[in-house]
């Protein structure tokens, strides 16, 4: 059974930075892996997505400019940089992985791998 590990979330002021990693725990095929973002009584939300091979990544233009996803496929594990932090990014931040094939999904039912989640907050 594949493990996703996320870590280095935490308590952070507006305008900081920070990065959360994902470690599999065994090596496995997937297409991508994806962060996804739910607030409190929200909606799961799509943050940024890297296919595993490749390294092409997408991030919506809520977090464009903002937050990077990586990989490092020596560690298997996941990266998301997150830079110019606001109080509405705070939330359990996801990561996610896909062995399905094709365009990058933004639906989260498309990720058959879950982590546990980390905790982001953002306040001053």
């Known amino acids: 059974q594949v493990q996703l590990v996320e870590s280095g979330g935490g308590l952070v002021q507006p305008g900081d930075s920070l990065k959360l990693s994902c470690a599999a725990s065994d090596a496995f095929s997937r297409y991508a892996m994806a962060w996804f973002r739910q607030a409190p009584g929200k909606a799961r939300e799509f943050v940024a997505a890297i296919t595993w091979n490749y390294g092409s990544t997408y991030h919506p233009d809520s977090v464009k400019g903002r937050f990077a996803i990586s990989r490092d496929k020596a560690k298997n594990s996941v990266y998301l940089q997150m830079n110019s932090l606001r109080p509405e990014d705070t939330a359990v931040y996801f990561c996610?992985?896909?062995?399905?094939?094709?365009?990058?999904?933004?639906?989260?039912?498309?990720?058959?791998?879950w982590g546990q989640g980390t905790q982001v907050t953002v306040s001053s």
């Open positions: 996610a992985a896909t062995t399905r094939v094709g365009p990058i999904s933004l639906d989260r039912a498309a990720y058959e791998y």
